[in-house]
Structure formats: structure tokens, C-alpha cells
């Protein structure tokens, strides 16, 4: 492959669209689903072309068009990675090929401890994915 991508969020799958955009032969790599912390989002209001969105939805449309121009595979979580004449990219499955690499791996929440955060959480308490 040309690229592989670690991270099938936001970032990941426009990496993906851009990759194959360009004739490139990309694979997008994510240990979970498509879309990140953003499938948690309930309301995105400030994604340019939409003005109401759930964070899966715009998720949902952003795999659906990177699927056009490369591969997604998801429930793939990469192990290790080989930097020699050639990238390796070793997952469970397979060992891959590349010639580049693109780590868009995200985030996770971060919390802080303090005391009600957990029982409060989406009753006040709030992450954002941005």
C-alpha cells in the first residue's frame, strides 16, 4: 500500500479521501469503529455544511465517502509498527506493507476525578470531542 492510516476518526478518514483522491492506496487502520469520541456526540453545530448533526451521523457520512476512495479496516487494533526499508504495520490479522504513514490515532476523555463527575455526566458534566 501507499499509506496506511492509524485512526479512523475525523482526521483518519480525511486522510483516507485525500490518499485516494490523489491515486494513492491507502488503508485506514482503528482498533474500534469508524469516527471516535465524535460518535459520542450528540449535537455537532459547528461542522461547516451542517447545522445540526449527531456526531455518529456526520461520522456515519464521513466513512461512507471515504469508503470510495480506500480501505477501512475497523476492529483492526495495530500492535506494532516496523520502521525499515518499508513500513510494517502488524496487526492480529496480517503484516502489512507501506511506504507512509499518517498516526491519527485521537483522544480519549479526559477526566479529572473530582467527586459527582461520573454520576453527572450528561446531566451537566460534559466531554467535547474538539
Known sequence: MDLAVI???P???ASGIYAGRFGLNAVIFDEKISGGLVNLTPVVENYPGFEKISGMEL????RKQAEKYCEIHEMEKVERIVVDKEIEIVTRKKIYESNALVF???TEKRKIGVKGEKEFLGKGVSYCAT
Open 7 to 9: 485512526g479512523a476518526g
Open 11 to 13: 482526521a483518519g478518514l
Open 59 to 62: 461520522m456515519e457520512k464521513m
Open 104 to 106: 491519527a490515532s485521537g
